[in-house]
Structure formats: structure tokens, C-alpha cells
């Protein structure tokens, strides 16, 4: 599976950003589509996921901020970031996940800053 991640940028806090993911190749194997990040010297955590059947989960820090999508038609996910804060900051990544979880397929980061 090959994803192209786009949409990131710098926003001031409490604005919003809309990330985009687009899937090629083998999107028939992929049971659910995540976003992560990673901020400068922290592991890369998971943001929120969202199933092939639509059901999502977020990470604490972002519920009720963050919003995951798909449009099945486009092969793509998105991620609507609102209430942006400073440490939201971070390498953004899309990776398609199989039916256990795991990571199968990374896609390149997308950078977010957000300034105070």
C-alpha cells in the first residue's frame, strides 16, 4: 500500500488544519487507517484510527479536538484538527493497519507546527 500525506503547516493555537491521506496499490488488505505523531524527541504515539467499518478511537489528548474521517470513493483519510495546541507540534503520519492492529504500511510525515 502506498499513502501520500498532505496538509500540514503552520497555524497559530487554537486554529485548525485538515490532514489529508490517499491509499494506492493494495488497499484491499487494509482493515483500518490510522494517524500518528511524533514531536521532537518522543516516540511516535497514535492519534486515532478509524476502521473499514467506520468505527474510530482517539488518543485522550486530542478527543473532542480531533476528528477522523474516510471518503471509501477517494481511498482517503483525513484528520480535521481543531483547537489547535502548541503540543500538537509534531510529524504527522498516515499508516494503513491490518486486522490486528499493526502497522503494515507507513506513509511520509507531514509537519505541524503550532505556534503560541
Known amino acids: 500500500v502506498q499513502l501520500q500525506a498532505s496538509g500540514g503547516g503552520l497555524v497559530q493555537a487554537g486554529g485548525s488544519l485538515r490532514l489529508s491521506c490517499a491509499a494506492s496499490g493494495s488497499i484491499f488488505s487494509i482493515k483500518a487507517m490510522g494517524w500518528y505523531r511524533q514531536a521532537p524527541g518522543k516516540q511516535r504515539e497514535l492519534v486515532a484510527v478509524?476502521?473499514?467499518?467506520?468505527?474510530?478511537n482517539y488518543a485522550d489528548s486530542v478527543k473532542g479536538r480531533f476528528t477522523i474521517s474516510r471518503d471509501n470513493a477517494k481511498n482517503t483519510v483525513y484528520l480535521q484538527m481543531n483547537s489547535l495546541k502548541p503540543e500538537d507540534t509534531a510529524v504527522y503520519y498516515c499508516?494503513?493497519?491490518?486486522?490486528?492492529?499493526?502497522?503494515?504500511?507507513w506513509g511520509k510525515g507531514t509537519l505541524v507546527t503550532v505556534s503560541s
Open positions: 478509524i476502521t473499514s467499518g467506520g468505527s474510530t
Open positions: 499508516a494503513a493497519r491490518s486486522g490486528l492492529g499493526t502497522v503494515v504500511d
